[in-house]
């Protein structure tokens, strides 16, 4: 059995992007020249955006401290609950333990002391006098905990490249799934608040990642001509390997497979040359076997769980509703606002708000007038469902 990653592909396993890699380093090393940029990068699920951005983090040069941090694993850790000061915190964290690993005399001092700092922040008491007199930050002395909170943090980062005496030229703070943060009491407020920060900076650049669809509401409140960065963030999308790519990884990560031509343009066809499911898939092949069009094609459905393992997991974080207009979807094609109206059991309001979350998932989009699915393997795993199991999944 062939072992490609399910997990972030190693060193070893991560084929090409040499594009995408040479332009997202082109823009962080504006950071030399006192450039920051923003980036939003966007792309289907499993198209590999995380394994991309952590690529990128390995290769950038020795004067960009790099900070990654995962809104899901947040939302994972408070059962769905997400608040700005948790993400601050978070935030904070990565970042000191970026600095942390750094040697160097400056970075070891303001590591331990916002560290002793942190011991606080576990009592809430935000105390980051001793913290702000080396980095230079005043922090208000202000009751508002979050406030103070939030004003060391986005700080923070600048302030390191500042009092790092040349050893620094730029931070890098990567936030993925950043869709999730859709879930806060005031996301609007939150991000304006990141601008605000961030257009100071000249030697701090944001990247924000995650499964969202292009059109989001999420993409728009951040990004929009009405949103937090009005359309000057550059929006990076990362496409699926194209056919000769597919070709080529095949051909360098599992020489062990053998395929006839039309059976690799069927095996192109049923993974869309997304590298979660051309792992999954090429996971369930055999080395004895000479693959055509027809044995791809029976192979893909008898595996179909084990290839689409990543939306049986989905499936069960989703509500009723997004169920129900998901099926809809499927069992209907791309319909429009009033056509799904009719299909669906709930209200306008509730319509509404559950076909934004939807977009806000990247599991639906929008083309001028209609709603559609935005993963062809999820309408082909459901409908799948519905034919071998008598029922759509539950
Ligand atoms: N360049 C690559 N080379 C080899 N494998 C890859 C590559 N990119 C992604 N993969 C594989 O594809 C799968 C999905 O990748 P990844 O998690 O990075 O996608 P993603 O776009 O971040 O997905 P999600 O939207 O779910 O967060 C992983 O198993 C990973 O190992
Ligand atoms: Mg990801």
């Not at 939302?75 to 990565?94: D, F, P, R, V």
């Not at 084990?306 to 791309?334: A, C, Y």
């Amino acid at each position: 059995m062939p072992n490609l990653p399910l997990g972030l592909p190693s060193e070893k396993s991560f084929y090409n992007r040499e594009g995408e890699l040479k332009r997202l380093k082109n823009y962080l090393n504006a950071l030399s020249n006192d450039i920051a940029e923003e980036i939003l990068v966007t792309g289907y699920r499993g198209v590999g955006k995380t394994s991309l951005l952590k690529k990128l983090m390995n290769e950038l040069p020795e004067n960009i401290l790099v900070t990654y941090i995962d809104i899901s694993r947040i939302y994972g850790s408070q059962k769905g609950e997400i608040t700005e000061e948790l993400i601050m915190i978070n935030l904070l964290n990565a970042m000191n333990d970026a600095v942390g690993k750094r040697d160097g005399e400056i970075t070891n001092k303001i590591y331990s002391t916002v560290k002793n700092a942190f011991k606080k922040i576990s009592m809430k008491e935000y105390d980051f006098k001793n913290a702000g007199a080396i980095l230079g930050i005043a922090v208000p002395d202000i009751k508002d905990n979050y406030r103070k909170l939030s004003q060391f943090v986005m700080e923070f980062p600048q302030k390191v490249v500042e009092s790092s005496k040349g050893e620094l030229k730029g931070v890098v703070i990567i936030i993925d799934e950043f869709q999730l943060m859709g879930g806060l009491k005031n996301p609007h407020a939150f991000f304006w608040m990141i601008r605000s920060y961030a257009q100071e900076q000249s030697n701090v650049s944001y990247i924000f990642t995650g499964s969202t669809s292009k059109t989001s509401e999420i993409v728009e409140m951040m990004n929009g001509p009405n949103g937090a960065f009005g359309g000057r963030m550059i929006q990076f999308n990362v496409d699926p390997f194209t056919k000769k790519e597919v070709k080529g990884y095949l051909h360098e990560k599992l020489p062990e497979i053998k395929f006839t031509e039309d059976g690799l343009e069927r095996f192109y066809e049923c993974t869309r040359g997304i590298p979660a499911y051309i792992n999954t898939f090429g996971n369930t092949m055999s080395a004895s076997d000479v693959y055509n069009s027809e044995t791809v094609k029976k192979t893909f459905f008898d595996k179909m769980d084990q290839i689409t393992v990543m939306w049986i997991k989905i499936w069960g974080t989703l509500s009723p509703n997004e169920k129900e207009i998901l099926i809809s979807l499927v069992e209907n094609g791309p319909q429009t606002w009033s056509e799904l109206l009719e299909k669906v059991d709930f209200t306008r309001g509730t319509l509404a708000k559950y076909l934004d979350i939807l977009k806000n998932k990247g599991l639906i989009s929008s083309d001028e007038k209609r709603y559609l699915l935005d993963d062809h393997l999820l309408e082909v795993w459901v409908k799948n469902k519905k034919i071998s199991d008598g029922y759509y999944p539950p």
